[in-house]
């Protein structure tokens, strides 16, 4: 049995955890939230020297030979540092995508300059306030012309390059766009989440490639949307943690009634269940890691359920670090709100946390888990 | 049991919703979608319909005729309300001074201070604010720490208050320090009112999570305030405060929208992939749990209507209607945007369901869960004055305040 | 407005709760979970006799003139004593049945003695664990003959009648069976609460009259149930109260650290969440009262209402009345068990939770909340 | 990152298998679906495989050799115990013994009383129980009223303990008594084992909600302890009985079933209106929370695994899964008897689902979330231990035990 990160990936944790506490604390995140800049561009510079961008990419590609271990390793630390850079949208989704889905040419073409962090991509599906689904998609992929909007794309306003989820005749199909070109209307859009950029994307005409098989472009946005969901839900318990040193240090130092408000069960007993929260959230998302590492059949379970309890936890620890820290966690000065909004940003940003528990048990129930999923 | 007004009652209601349905009109602030007026003609506008108010007799009807009411039974004043409550009027920049420092003056100042404030306080002529709450003093008031030095005649404040509502536009306020550190916490404490333009005063307002600011933070140095508006006796100022919070459990009320009937709204406007959401069984079993927390907490407030009708003391209710409603909003917000899924983060008003409410009310929730006692306090009063629970240990009784630990801060 | 129960029925209620607390100590509870003894035979010979069986039956049929605001109370007190006898199967549920569906004749052969208590009815529409509908069900009712099994019906093995829901070529209908007459089998059967009794009913070719029109039975059932949740839900706020009576107490007298355990924030905040739940019930009860006694059209929403936030108090006091005691409330010698039992049964003898928060939802969107209703 | 075995240990995987293939069978206790043996008949099977197991070297293997163990490393025994637990067999008599009296005889007691006792304890010829909750000494053990009196060479114990698992069939029991009541309450403890058969003790099965007796009351009426049986010195009982409680919190896992796996099964064959409750969105929003629960138990039982078999000394990780489950299983029963709708609250094993598996749990459910240390107790440890957050308020650290304030206990 060793269900467990390595000497060497925890050494790496540690490294990301030193690199990341210099250049991202959590007033550098702060700066996005209150300028105009849409993301911490030195930060994002730091990460791609240290070569977290290629982390999970083939040395052939460009990348660094590490795996997707060492992807959750990584994760996990920008989770609880907060990060405002557009790692999500370039590393677990269009880096995916292309590895997934790419000829052989594309993945010449993007990968190694994604690795290298020289090009920034993201994926989109979303077109508004409802939950994207085949039959609803608006935005048509047509003679390599895609036209629609997407809104919210993650990172749409810098981004280089997008996956585009669009209809085609065949159904479904990925295509890659350069949001770059002509027939690209970019503006930026507000969300709850002002330290991660997001923008309204219109396409007109605008030139694209074809990735993947026609029509299959929904099979492949949900194999790739699981690999996000687990390195998410590792961005997620690094969060939690956070909220959770966060309110520990506020409880430990403020006093009322004579007292550390630590010792008050009230707030006690919230500490110990966000801890708990996070520690079944974490076995969860080391099962996920599992399955990442080794492409097991049981990924859509294991994905769903680290998905599922990250959520969860990060949802709760960001919400009662608020309520722990009293009047002064409701305000903007306080870095609490950083946590809450992150927080409430990757519970939806791919698909809401009802649906992921409806698709568990569908995964549950359709069988995907077979042999190779864990000991009992 | 039924909903109807007595005879009187209604009668008052009647002549209520006459004289508002003439006057109301005016003075109605929804003139654009929850967007605020520029704070100067708000303000101006809040006054006027404070002094036509006043005019009719519509004020502050249950304070006796000197201070500017007419000795109303307290019904009337609750009859009042829910029919002015149909319309959007300016009325917030009273109620703390109306609901906590008026009481207090009335219990504690002297005759002729009452005769002088308090009809302008009705009239909206004056308008007060409270300082209480400090950085290091919050769901323990009484560990506060601005002192109060007596000097001659006056007494000189140096400290912090901090979630001042509205002190920027406020002419004066009650204020509660800390004359004695030498003893234990509650004993050193001495209670005024004083006029908020004095100088060494220094207001900043507290810009929230939501990126509104209805709080301040009010800076006091060496601000001189005359031993005459002290209220109650040197060292008895935590009596005083105890009056005015009492009033405060009584004022703190139900969270602000977006109510159950939105998320209803939105339900039935959201497309699930097995239909509208409103059909959706879990959504259901969501929208049902807090529809009958809304319920109960409509018809607690008819209980205590009732209560107040038959010239009863109401009870806890109000602390009960906070730590619901509090909780239910942050709740009801946090699934309204799961609804939405992916686009759910959007905070486009033209780009998101009901303009961005839930949003909105997603980053302004945890300010009510913490505003006019924490979910924790509130829990503890019910256990306590409820249920007579014993008060958690208490190390801080009987040790002299300078010598209490109190952390970092 | 006047939204309280009136002077007099606060008398009405003083005196039952005196009354029960003579009656029906926990030990009184206590004696019928212990022995064969299907219901406290005394106990409601001395309910009778108190008129409580004829509450809301009119004067002209043998009732004692109050309505159904009186019976709410009583029903709340029986709820605080966790009465061990009939009432709901023969009041809330028979009695009511007859006077909304019953012929005059009906009415003057039943009524009269419901209400003196000298015949006991029931009514049973569950054919085993799954929730009855119309379309399985399995009794049939043809020829005024009955056929079938009903399981668990509630004191089925003491009523002398009861209101059977069964299918005829018409539709499901209502049949008011003699349970002591031939072609009518039944055997007592456990439930979860001892302190109730139930039974298994087999109908081979058994004499039945019509109750209501053919093919209307199912109407007039969720026109009952209406009526009996309101009337169980202040059963279930009394049992509330009881609960958190107990744990109240509990925490008052039991030391721990050397401290009252109700000084501890986790036992403290536990009790006031008990109070909350009960006020919030308590209020959606009053509005279900209103809605009763004034025949309101609001009712199915009002019923609801009350039955999902009685349901939720009621589960979560006895649940946690338990859990505040301790080792010692998880004892058969302790009194927790009685109402940690009833809670249960009392949630699930009109239907699930579940389904009445759909039914909830159902009714305020079909409209049925019209001028009648509270002001809002 | 695998769930691999070290070559090491999946050789001894393979060893056990192979051992409990040949020899398990014939004790396996399945042989009636979840009715109990005839009481007297398992424990002779018990017994007769626990001596079979100590034979083969695979009963509390982790021990030293003298004291009937091997010094095998701790992960070989969690191999064992995965292997073991595929069959049913009757190992819950010695649980107590070797999970907490052993430990702490090791720790405490002379060579020679070690040498005498434990290789028994391990073959199972002695079964011990463990005697520290008293009617007014639950989550709060220290304040336990048993007294000890020096008489000669022999200590005579009066009073009563509670929840003594097995107490009815152990032969020795370790037991923490009151030597000094004038001295605050940690300091007057004094720690014994004793004969179970010896004079003067009353034992009374405590019959639960669920109608089963797995406890005892234990009376006692002078009952003799030699002096030399005495654990630890005269007043320092204290730290025995840490040593005990902290192997209790390590023993103390999984609440027992009906598991996720029985309602997802309950799901599939349950009808409701809108079809199988399996494919019910609400159902499958609590299905889903159970379920990540659960696995979330499962792989951090995983990561423990992984920390022993490297040496590591596991943490908290029992108390979270005793948190967890114990609600979880209260949950879950309330739920599936929901699904059965009015027919959920049949008791009868041939007209309910799984038997009225779900029915039984949510009557033993409630013990689970008090036994081995309440919902409230371990979430202070977690806070404390794991967290560092202050103990709460003690009052009871300074005064002598018989000053303290009892109640009405």
């Known amino acids: ?376 | 049991m039924d909903f109807k007004d007595t005879p009187r009652e209604a009668e008052f209601r009647t002549e209520v919703q006459a004289w508002l349905k003439e006057n109301a009109p005016k003075f109605n602030v929804n003139n654009s979608t929850r967007a605020s007026l520029d704070p100067d003609e708000g303000l101006k506008l809040g006054k006027a319909w404070q002094a036509a108010k006043a005019d009719a007799g519509y004020a502050c009807m249950t304070w006796p005729e000197e201070f500017g009411g007419r000795s109303a039974p307290p019904i009337e004043q609750v009859i009042y309300d829910q029919e002015e409550g149909k319309y959007e009027l300016p009325v917030g920049y009273f109620s703390i001074g109306l609901g906590m420092c008026g009481p207090t003056m009335a219990a504690y100042a002297t005759d002729e201070q009452k005769k002088q404030h308090l009809p302008r306080m009705v009239r909206g002529d004056d308008i007060w604010c409270q300082l209480f709450s400090e950085p290091a003093a919050g769901s323990d008031v009484a560990g506060l720490q601005m002192t109060a030095k007596q000097e001659g005649g006056d007494w000189i404040l140096n400290g912090q208050k901090v979630w001042t509502s509205g002190a920027h536009f406020c002419d004066w306020g009650i204020i509660v320090t800390r004359s004695d550190p030498t003893v234990p916490k509650h004993k050193g404490l001495t209670f005024f009112f004083l006029d908020m333009k004095s100088p060494g005063i220094d207001i900043r307002p507290i810009e929230q999570i939501s990126g509104q600011s209805n709080f301040n933070e009010v800076f006091f140095e060496n601000v001189r305030v005359p031993d005459a508006q002290r209220l109650g006796a040197v060292g008895e100022g935590w009596g005083v405060a105890i009056t005015t919070l009492m009033n405060e459990r009584l004022a703190v009320g139900n969270a602000p929208p977006p109510f159950i009937t939105d998320l209803i709204a939105l339900a039935r406007e959201t497309e699930l992939d097995s239909g509208p959401a409103i059909d959706d069984t879990a959504v259901r079993q969501n929208l049902a749990d807090w529809y009958v927390e809304t319920q109960g907490l409509k018809y607690g407030h008819f209980r205590m209507m009732t209560a107040l009708s038959k010239g009863e003391t109401p009870g806890p209710e109000a602390s009960i209607t906070k730590v619901v409603s509090a909780s239910k909003l942050q709740n009801m917000c946090a699934f309204a945007m799961e609804l939405m899924d992916v686009g759910g983060s959007l905070m486009e008003p033209d780009a998101t369901p009901h303009e961005g409410f839930f949003q909105e009310g997603f980053l302004y929730a945890p300010g009510f869960r913490v505003a006019g006692g924490t979910d924790e306090i509130l829990r503890n009063i019910i256990a306590e004055r409820v249920l007579g629970m014993p008060q958690d240990i208490r190390v801080d009784k009987t040790v002299a305040f300078r010598e209490l630990p109190s952390g970092a801060q």
């Open chain 1, 1 to 376: 049995m060793n269900f467990d990160f390595s000497e060497e990936q925890k050494m790496l944790q540690e490294q990301a955890n030193k690199f990341l506490a210099d250049r991202c604390s959590l007033a550098a995140v702060r700066k996005i939230l209150e300028s105009d800049e849409p993301y911490d561009r030195e930060l994002w510079k730091g990460v791609a020297e240290m070569g977290w961008t290629g982390a999970a990419v083939p040395e052939e590609y460009g990348g660094i030979g590490f795996g997707h271990l060492e992807l959750c390793v990584i994760a996990e630390e920008l989770g609880r540092a907060n990060a405002p850079i557009p790692f999500s949208s370039s590393v677990y989704l269009a880096t995916e995508a292309i590895m997934i889905a790419g000829t052989e040419e594309q993945k010449q073409t993007y990968l190694p300059k994604l690795a290298a962090g020289d090009l920034i991509g993201t994926l989109t599906v979303a077109e508004g306030t409802k939950a994207p689904r085949p039959s609803t998609l608006t935005v048509t992929f047509e003679n390599n012309r895609l036209n629609g909007t997407k809104i919210p794309v993650a990172d749409g306003d810098i981004a280089d390059f997008a996956i585009v989820v669009a209809n085609s005749s065949d159904g479904p199909t990925l295509a890659i766009a350069d949001l770059t070109a002509s027939g690209v209307a970019r503006t930026p859009v507000k969300t709850v989440d002002p330290t991660r950029s997001h923008a309204r994307v219109t396409f007109e005409e605008a030139e694209a490639a074809q990735l993947g098989d026609a029509g299959d472009g929904w099979n492949l946005l949900l194999r790739v949307c699981d690999r996000a969901a687990i390195l998410t839900a590792f961005e997620q318990i690094g969060g939690t943690a956070s909220s959770l040193r966060m309110a520990r240090g506020y409880a430990l130092e403020r006093y009322a009634f004579g007292r550390p408000i630590g010792s008050f069960q009230a707030i006690k007993h919230r500490l110990a269940d966000m801890y708990i929260k996070n520690e079944l959230a974490r076995s969860n998302c080391y099962y996920g890691a599992w399955a990442l590492s080794t492409d097991a059949a049981d990924m859509p379970v294991a994905a769903a359920g680290a998905r599922v309890a990250a959520t969860e936890a990060f949802n709760f620890a960001a919400k009662e670090n608020i309520q722990v820290h009293g009047g002064i966690g409701c305000t903007w000065e306080s870095d609490c709100h950083l946590f809450y909004r992150r927080a409430k940003l990757l519970s939806l940003n791919l698909g809401s946390l009802m649906n992921w528990k409806n698709w568990l048990i569908d995964r549950i129930e359709t069988g995907s888990r077979v042999e190779e999923s864990a000991p009992a």
